[in-house]
């Protein structure tokens, strides 16, 4: 029996109690996930005085440097006693640490992305289009490669920077991510899906390798290239262990790694550093989530 049939059979009543249930279920888990990134820009609008008589037992030490007990329930705000600018007006005027680890961050993830489109672009249509043993035993090290979580490769990665003399520069941590297999993986995968009509039409019309990547696979892929490009921003936006590991001059670091060096008596410039960390990631989201979606989900079919 078929799910639809099965489906008809089931009273109308519970099918609408099951949708209800369902999506309660799905508020809660959306209210659950988004309640972080809303406390946080609410406090980012809160003086300073507000933020330590809510939160100021969590953060409070001894003068030891160990941490206090909290004996008071601590308490949450999601709308301040009332609204101010002044840890934004901090962070962007009377300290310019955060700025410059803002644009560390940018330098470093630019750059990764932008090139990492193009190496893995032509080697995922090297993939796709050669055929041989030679190829297959190339793409299966990929994937080998691309299933080690980071800091198994850290060590080897610190290695070859040492040995390149580029540890302790920004190209430590560019030259590696340029070079991930991850986006390789994908776009390969969905560049294999294209017919081989297409191509075998465009041949017959007289276009080249280069012609046929440009003009037919780049525009086929256009929502997987988004996909991967989103998704490889927000990987390395949100890096820590590679400066950690591979930077020595704490004047290079991205502001992922600032933002946990952030002390006690600056919890309101955290939320508002925070805040303002989160614009281009949300703003990317935003912008390409129907290609995300798209990509994902249409693994680079090609729609009729």
């Known amino acids: 029996m078929s799910d639809k049939k099965k489906l008809r059979r089931i ?7 099951i949708m209800m249930i369902l999506t309660l279920f799905a508020a809660a888990a959306a209210l659950a996930f988004l309640t972080p990134t809303v406390l946080t820009i609410a406090n980012s609008f809160m003086s300073a005085s507000e933020i330590n008589a809510n939160y100021g037992a969590i953060f409070a030490t001894t003068e030891e440097g160990g941490k206090v007990f909290v004996s008071k329930t601590i308490n949450l705000k999601f709308i301040p006693d ?12 009377k300290s310019p640490d955060y700025l410059l680890k803002f644009w560390n961050s940018v330098i470093l993830v630019v750059p990764i992305v932008v090139f990492q489109l193009v190496t893995a672009s032509l080697a995922a249509y090297a993939f796709a289009r050669l055929k041989g043993r030679l190829k297959e035993i190339i793409f299966f090290v990929y994937i ?7 800091q198994v490769t850290l060590v080897p990665n610190y290695l070859v920077s040492d040995w390149l003399k580029i540890l302790d520069t920004r190209w430590a941590i560019i030259l590696p991510g340029i070079f991930t297999p991850f986006a390789v993986f994908i776009l390969s995968k969905i560049m294999r899906r294209i017919p081989f009509s297409v191509i075998e039409a465009a041949q017959l019309d007289g276009a080249g390798e280069l012609q046929i990547f440009m003009y037919i696979c780049m525009p086929l892929c256009k929502s997987a ?9 927000i990987d390395y936006w949100n890096m820590v262990e590679q400066p950690l590991i591979l930077l020595s001059d704490t004047n290079l670091y ?11 008596g600056e919890i309101g410039l955290a939320f508002a550093v925070a805040t303002i960390y989160m614009i281009p990631t949300l ?4 912008y390409g989530e129907e290609y995300l979606v798209e990509g994902i989900a249409y693994s680079g079919g090609i729609k009729g």
Request: charged fraction near 5%; charge should be positive; glycine fraction near 0%.
């Open 82 to 93: 009332m609204v101010s600018f002044s840890q934004y007006y901090t962070v962007l005027f």
């Open 225 to 233: 290239l988004f996909s991967v490009a989103i998704l490889v921003f």
């Open 11 to 17: 009273p109308k009543w519970r099918q609408k109690l």
């Open 144 to 150: 080998v490669v691309m299933l080690m979580p980071y």
């Open 283 to 286: 703003l990317i989201f935003l």
């Open 254 to 264: 991205p502001l992922s790694v600032f933002l946990s060096q952030i002390n006690s």
